[in-house]
Antibody, heavy 115, light 107 residues
Framework: EVQLVESGGGLVQPGASLKLSCVAS????????MSWVRQTPGKTMEWIGD????????NYAPSLKNRFTISRDNAKSTLYLQMSNVRSEDTATYYC????????WGQGTLVTVSS | DIQMTQSPASLSASLEEIVTITCQAS??????LAWYQQKPGKSPQLLIY???SLADGVPSRFSGSRSGTQYSLKISRLQVEDPGIYYC?????????FGAGTKLELK
């Protein structure tokens, strides 16, 4: 069974950094592109970016590429999202998804940016 | 960026009714379109990919179609488990973009 389990969310202050993780199981992690998607409290969905199966290439939403970095460790079947200089508008539930039409999603991890 | 204009924003329908949700792409995206259903407190679930292909395990009352740059999701006979928020997604070119969502409720 394919499983994606995110962690690392919580309450953070504006300007801080945060690193989210997503542990994958039930499939060969190194065979798939992976993405991060976020959903705001108002239910707007936003694609953050993705990473090639071997970690050699990344794509980002233009509005986020200067602050967010996606990486992966295939030996640990783990996807990461490094967030820096967070803002109140980054408050959202963050999901990792598998690259084949986003057929699989994690349960999400909530990030709240507030002082 | 490719814009996806989804309508309606909300919809109330009766059991067994036919429901149609549409997404208009701002440019040609071919068949690079997917539909997702999200129930309260849950993650999105893939319903349709490639504009018309049914994802594994999805009931056959769900179907997708395309006419030019307009895409539709049809629920042929609304069931009690179908309310939720429905989203379209264009996977043609990055940044991949979602529609704003359609909140479907039972009347």
């Amino acid at each position: 069974e394919v499983q994606l389990v995110e962690s690392g969310g919580g309450l953070v202050q504006p300007g801080a950094s945060l690193k989210l993780s997503c542990v994958a199981s039930g499939f060969t992690f190194s065979d798939y592109w992976m993405s991060w998607v976020r959903q705001t409290p108002g239910k707007t969905m936003e694609w953050i970016g993705d990473i090639k199966y071997d970690g050699s290439y990344t794509n980002y939403a233009p509005s986020l590429k200067n602050r967010f970095t996606i990486s992966r460790d295939n030996a640990k079947s783990t996807l990461y999202l490094q967030m820096s200089n967070v803002r109140s508008e980054d408050t959202a539930t963050y999901y990792c998804t598998r690259g084949d039409w986003f057929a699989y999603w994690g349960q999400g991890t909530l990030v709240t940016v507030s002082s | 960026d490719i814009q996806m204009t989804q309508s309606p924003a909300s919809l109330s329908a009766s059991l067994e009714e036919i429901v149609t949700i549409t997404c208009q792409a701002s440019q040609d995206i071919g068949n690079w379109l997917a539909w997702y259903q999200q129930k309260p407190g849950k993650s999105p679930q893939l319903l349709i990919y490639g504009a018309t292909s049914l994802a594994d395990g999805v009931p056959s009352r769900f179907s997708g179609s395309r006419s030019g740059t307009q895409y539709s999701l049809k629920i042929s006979r609304l069931q009690v488990e179908d309310p939720g928020i429905y989203y379209c997604l264009q996977g043609y070119s990055a940044p991949y973009t979602f529609g704003a969502g359609t909140k479907l409720e039972l009347k």
